[in-house]
Nanobody, 126 residues
Framework: QVHLVESGGGLVQSGGSLRLSCGVS???????????MAWFRQAPGKERRFVAS????????SYHDSVKGRFTISRDVAWNRFYLQMDSLEPEDTAVYYC????????????????WGQGTQVTVSS
């Protein structure tokens, strides 16, 4: 059972930066090598949407067009954590951010992920 815990959300002004972190536990490194790790976000009244993903082995990553060039996903296999560095934040980035893990490589849908964190609020003021 993969257990995910996010941290790092908060309030920031437009143009600022935040780094989200997701701790991974409950699974061996060997098993994690099969997994795709991702960040999704959900704004009030909207569906949960894909932001970025990275394979645990680090050989593939993907970004939603709306965050390309501003957000960077990375992972630290030694510490069993993965991150979302968010730069040039805009009010439209305001949402609850969730980290997720699943075994479906290349998935952009919530259906492709079996494990979810509890979510962390990111608020960008104009």
């Amino acid at each position: 059972q993969v257990h995910l815990v996010e941290s790092g959300g908060g309030l920031v002004q437009s143009g600022g930066s935040l780094r989200l972190s997701c701790g991974v536990s409950g699974v061996s490194s060997h098993t994690l090598s099969r997994y795709l790790m991702a960040w999704f976000r959900q704004a009030p009244g909207k569906e949960r949407r894909f932001v970025a993903s990275i394979s645990w082995l680090g050989h593939m990553s993907s970004y939603h067009d709306s965050v390309k060039g501003r957000f960077t996903i990375s992972r630290d296999v030694a510490w069993n954590r993965f991150y979302l560095q968010m730069d040039s934040l805009e009010p439209e980035d305001t949402a609850v951010y969730y980290c997720a893990a699943g075994e479906v490589m290349g998935s952009f849908s919530t259906n492709g992920y079996d494990y979810w964190g509890q979510g962390t609020q990111v608020t960008v003021s104009s």
